[in-house]
Structure formats: structure tokens, C-alpha cells
């Protein structure tokens, strides 16, 4: 078995694709839209198997959900309306924003961030607080968006994307700093980075999943004719300290519909 990990260099990724493909393995499990996009550039013949994946037909990976249709099939990671959801978690653990900031990198995230945008933009205006697309590609320009939530009662929701699981320990720090309530897609960073609330997937559970398409393509399966499966199991955590810090107080409509809360 060989691994590589290029995390969000775009460079790396496409070194390593191209190392994998050249030793013609008889499948690559790819996780990421950056990944798999660049590994499909690579080959079209070697099956793939993608996690972490939020709009494979969008990407072009494979021509439908039900019926993929070439050597790409694979597990979805989240939907589009995951932004109005985080959204209505934020407000209602802050009912005072005024202004929310959807963050994203648009060179690493899903249709370059608008294929969540769109839903969370209308979800906004439902609730009478100023949609913005807070686009960043550097520690500079997380900086000076999470610095400017700071002044106008705002709010971030922090989306799923490699670049940002990359930054997200200094997007928490910022955040405590400027006294910004954000909600992230990931469990692990409320207990053990500090972030206030988040809403996403199972990550380890769409990955135990992935495993059984590699048995099954191994065995003799073609992706063409796997269909793309959707995330089963959502998990929501909160910190209460970090709550408090924000001078917050967490509802108990959080608290019971939470996986973890942080004391």
C-alpha cells in the first residue's frame, strides 16, 4: 500500500497523483475534491474511490449520484443547505449577529465556494442578518475578516474545505480574540481547539464506509455502476466554556440535540 499526503498544496497533490498513477495500482482512495479532481486528470481508467467529497456531479467526477458511470464513485461528505443549518445553529446559540461571514478558500472549496453560499445566502435573508462570501487563501486574509466580524455584532461559519481544516486552530484563536461566535463542520476542534459550536458529518464513518466500495472494486465491482453514498450520521458538539467567554449562554435546545458538550 502506498500513501501520500499533501494536505492543501495544490503542487503536492499533483506531484503525488502523478507518482500514484505511474505505479498503476489496481485502485486509489482519494480524499478531497482537490484530490480527486487532480487524480481524474491523471487517469481514467484506475478505479478511485473518493471520501470527503461534497459535489462529485457539480466536479464532474461522476455523471449521476444513482449511476457514476466511469472509474470514479465514492462518499459524500455534506450537502448545500449544511450553510443554512450552521446558520440557524449560530443564531440561535447568538440571536444577537447582525452579520454573518460564510469562510471559505475559493481555490479549494466546492464550485469555489458557491455551491454552499447559495443556500446559506437565502437562509440569511429569512432571518434578516447580512449574508457576506468572506473569500481567503492566506493567515492574512483569515485575519482580516474574522478581525472585521469583531466590530459589527458578526458572525462566521467556517466551511468544510482542506485549506481551512489546515487553519482552523488560528481561525479559533482569532475568533476567542475578537469576540466572534463561529460554527465549524468538524466535532474534534470543540473539545480540543476551543471552538464554540459545530454541525458535520461523521468524518470516520464515511471513511469506515469507503472501505467497502475498495472491498468490493477489488472483488471485481466497477465504479460505474457504484452509486454515490450520502453521509448517514450528522454530529453537533458544543463548548460551554467558550460560550461563556463570549458571553454567551448555550440553550438548552443545543444542549439536548448535541453529541458532546463541552463543560
Same mark, same amino acid.
Given at each position: 500500500?502506498?500513501?501520500?499526503?499533501?494536505?492543501?498544496?495544490?503542487? =503536492?497533490?499533483?506531484?503525488?497523483?502523478?507518482?500514484?498513477?505511474?505505479? =498503476?495500482?489496481?485502485?486509489? &482512495?482519494? =480524499? !478531497?475534491? *482537490?484530490?480527486?479532481?487532480?487524480? =481524474?486528470?491523471?487517469?481514467?481508467?484506475?478505479?478511485? &474511490?473518493?471520501?470527503?467529497?461534497?459535489?462529485?456531479?457539480?466536479? !464532474? @467526477?461522476?455523471?449521476?449520484?444513482?449511476? *457514476?458511470?466511469?472509474?470514479?464513485?465514492?462518499?459524500?461528505?455534506?450537502?448545500?443547505?449544511?450553510?443554512?443549518?450552521?446558520?440557524?445553529?449560530? $443564531?440561535?446559540? #447568538?440571536?444577537?449577529?447582525?452579520?454573518?461571514?460564510?469562510? @471559505?478558500?475559493?481555490?479549494? #472549496?466546492? /464550485?469555489?465556494?458557491?455551491?454552499? @453560499?447559495?443556500?446559506?445566502?437565502?437562509?440569511?435573508?429569512?432571518?434578516?442578518?447580512?449574508?457576506?462570501?468572506?473569500?481567503?487563501?492566506?493567515?492574512?486574509?483569515?485575519? $482580516?475578516?474574522?478581525?472585521?466580524? /469583531?466590530?459589527?455584532?458578526?458572525?462566521?461559519?467556517?466551511?468544510?474545505?482542506?485549506?481551512?481544516?489546515?487553519? &482552523?486552530?488560528?481561525?479559533?484563536?482569532?475568533?476567542?480574540?475578537?469576540?466572534?461566535?463561529? &460554527?465549524?463542520?468538524?466535532?474534534?476542534?470543540?473539545?480540543?481547539?476551543?471552538?464554540?459550536?459545530?454541525?458535520? *458529518?461523521?468524518?470516520?464513518?464515511?471513511?469506515?464506509?469507503?472501505?467497502?466500495?475498495?472491498?468490493?472494486?477489488?472483488?471485481?465491482?466497477?465504479?460505474?455502476?457504484?452509486?454515490?453514498?450520502? *453521509?448517514?450520521?450528522?454530529?453537533?458538539?458544543?463548548?460551554?466554556?467558550? #460560550?461563556?467567554?463570549? !458571553?454567551?449562554?448555550?440553550?438548552?435546545?443545543?444542549?439536548?440535540?448535541?453529541?458532546?458538550?463541552?463543560?
Amino acid at each position: 500500500m502506498e500513501v501520500r499526503w499533501g494536505g492543501s498544496n495544490v503542487d =503536492q497533490i499533483r506531484l503525488f497523483a502523478k507518482e500514484l498513477v505511474a505505479l =498503476q495500482p489496481d485502485l486509489i &482512495v482519494a =480524499q !478531497g475534491t *482537490p484530490v480527486t479532481a487532480t487524480l =481524474q486528470r491523471e487517469t481514467r481508467t484506475i478505479p478511485i &474511490v473518493f471520501v470527503v467529497v461534497t459535489d462529485p456531479v457539480g466536479e !464532474g @467526477f461522476v455523471a449521476a449520484l444513482a449511476r *457514476p458511470g466511469g472509474n470514479i464513485t465514492g462518499f459524500l461528505t455534506s450537502e448545500a443547505a449544511i450553510g443554512a443549518k450552521m446558520l440557524e445553529l449560530l $443564531t440561535e446559540i #447568538a440571536p444577537g449577529v447582525k452579520r454573518v461571514a460564510m469562510l @471559505f478558500n475559493p481555490d479549494t #472549496a466546492p /464550485g469555489g465556494g458557491m455551491y454552499y @453560499f447559495r443556500d446559506f445566502e437565502v437562509a440569511a435573508r429569512s432571518t434578516k442578518v447580512e449574508p457576506t462570501a468572506a473569500r481567503a487563501r492566506s493567515d492574512t486574509e483569515i485575519e $482580516t475578516i474574522v478581525t472585521s466580524l /469583531g466590530g459589527f455584532r458578526g458572525g462566521l461559519i467556517v466551511m468544510p474545505d482542506f485549506f481551512m481544516l489546515n487553519h &482552523v486552530r488560528s481561525i479559533i484563536m482569532l475568533a476567542a480574540r475578537n469576540n466572534v461566535p463561529a &460554527v465549524y463542520p468538524w466535532r474534534y476542534v470543540i473539545a480540543g481547539d476551543g471552538g464554540l459550536i459545530s454541525y458535520g *458529518p461523521d468524518l470516520r464513518e464515511i471513511v469506515r464506509r469507503g472501505a467497502t466500495y475498495v472491498d468490493q472494486i477489488l472483488r471485481g465491482a466497477k465504479p460505474a455502476d457504484l452509486p454515490v453514498q450520502i *453521509p448517514v450520521k450528522w454530529e453537533m458538539a458544543v463548548n460551554v466554556r467558550t #460560550a461563556k467567554a463570549l !458571553g454567551l449562554i448555550v440553550p438548552p435546545s443545543i444542549r439536548l440535540r448535541s453529541d458532546e458538550v463541552v463543560e
